[in-house]
């Protein structure tokens, strides 16, 4: 009934924003049990939000990885599909981290002006370009 995972409130509720809520309440959700614990009442469970969730430790990405296999043996393919496409996400986003990275260490103005130019009108309405664009433009 009650469960409290969450480190960011620093109360006895959760969050429902963090990946550690986000993961519970992907269990919870699979299991049929979400709507029982009144300490994830905050914010309803959302696939979506599930599916863009990024995961930045490999150990949280196995955890997401058991718990898309738990779904699929309880027949919830919609949270193995939001997981599969979390995952895929984040790798995404760490491979932009890391050209990011070494962009930075080029420290050419140039090629970032040039690099400012093109990602401006590339990946309209992707959540990697506001994302990328975000970092570039620090």
Request: net charge positive; hydrophobic share 40%.
């Amino acid at each position: 009934r009650s469960l409290h995972v969450c480190f960011m409130e620093g109360t006895d509720e959760n969050c429902c924003n963090c990946i550690r809520c986000y993961r519970n309440m992907a269990i919870l959700e699979t299991l049929g049990v979400l709507k029982k614990f009144i300490t994830f009442n905050k914010k309803p469970f959302s696939l979506k939000t599930l599916s863009m969730l990024y995961i930045p430790e490999q150990c949280d990405i196995e955890s997401f990885k058991g718990i898309r296999n738990l779904a699929l043996q309880k027949g919830r393919r919609d949270i193995a599909s939001a997981i599969n496409h979390s995952i895929r996400h984040t790798k995404r986003i760490v491979l932009y981290l890391r050209f990011l990275d070494w962009i930075r260490k080029q420290k050419s103005r140039r090629f970032i002006q040039w690099l400012r130019r093109h990602i401006s009108g590339a990946w309209v309405y992707s959540p990697e370009r506001f994302f990328l664009k975000g970092l570039i433009y620090k």
